[in-house]
DNA sequence: GCGACAG
DNA sequence: ATCTTGTCGC
């Protein structure tokens, strides 16, 4: 039975303007400005949240993808590791997104603390757009956090992805954090050759001629993972912070504790809407 | 033109 | 991504 797969990503978008309208796009934003920091401001609607459009949001991508510093720019100790994932509702898997994003305390793993936040998407999942589905559920769950992580790790691709900008370095560049991109399959690119068998072991992810990232091994008889720059670290210090917290899972923890706290918020969040429901009933 | 395609 | 128990293999 043939698998199927997504169409060509502008035909998903267009189907989608057809069905839900174009104001979809851009409508229903944030409306409260997200925090303001110091010098961190972000306007609710910026073009890198909210692009109006495929192309736009394209040109966005290509346009971050000149800031991602590819280098160590650590301020500091890292006391906090941030862990980013995001969960989805199966039976709405297209509005839905349970953004979740917990620290952790380094060297001891334990979890500091845990923010979320739930929020309608405007796009459905898109091959290389993902980031636009899932950033402003996430920005506002980084909002919570205090302190800031002093790096993240980032459940999908880092600078691996079409246009350089995958959603680790497009969260990295918009909240200027360290981030690094840990994903479980590939977008682009392909291995050169095959990781060995040891934790730690890895091969270059190569795509038309470039190193994009490293195919790494984090446990034994396991499928490895795809580690990638977000942004502020180079590819070799994001394979020590990956091999660091990893303990006995394929999954580092922090991307591991954050798959876990988005599915509880996420099936919590369900149970209050209907407990809600039969009340109001 | 056809296949590939993070979560 | 998500729905899910047991089960096969190291």
């Known amino acids: 039975m043939p698998v199927k797969r997504n169409p060509c990503p502008s035909k998903v978008i267009l189907h989608y303007i057809a069905t839900y309208g174009v104001g979809i796009l851009l409508a229903n934003g944030v409306r409260s400005a997200l925090w303001d920091d110091g010098e961190m401001q972000f306007d609710a609607h910026h073009p890198w949240l909210y692009p109006p459009d495929m192309t736009a949001a394209a040109q966005v991508q290509r346009e971050m993808a000149q800031r991602v510093i ?17 969960s989805n509702n199966l039976r709405d898997p297209e509005n839905l997104v349970y953004a979740a994003i917990i620290t952790l305390q380094y060297p001891h793993l334990k979890l500091m603390q845990t923010g979320t936040h739930q929020i309608k998407a405007r796009l459905p999942y898109v091959p290389g757009f993902l980031a636009f589905r899932e950033v402003p559920a996430l920005v506002h769950a980084y909002a919570q956090l205090n302190p800031k992580p002093d790096l993240m790790l980032v459940d999908g691709q880092g600078i691996s992805h079409p246009r350089g900008l995958g959603i680790a370095s497009h969260i990295g560049v918009l909240l200027d954090c360290p981030t690094i991109g840990v994903a479980k399959s590939i977008l682009v690119g392909k291995p050169e ?26 446990k034994l008889k396991t499928n490895p993972v795809y580690v990638s720059i ?9 394979i020590e912070w990956v091999m660091k917290t990893c303990t006995r899972y394929r999954l580092p923890e922090p991307t591991r504790f954050a798959h876990q706290a988005a599915n509880q918020f996420r099936q919590g969040t369900a149970i209050a809407s209907s407990m809600q429901q039969s009340l109001d009933i």
């Open 230 to 238: 977000g942004h502020r670290v180079s590819l070799t210090t994001a």
């Open 193 to 218: 050759g095959e990781p060995g068998p040891l934790p730690g072991d890895y091969v270059p992810l190569v795509w038309k001629g470039n190193t994009i990232g490293s195919v790494l091994r984090t």
């Open 70 to 86: 590819h280098e160590d720019a650590f301020s500091g100790p890292v006391e906090a590791i941030g862990g980013v994932d995001v």
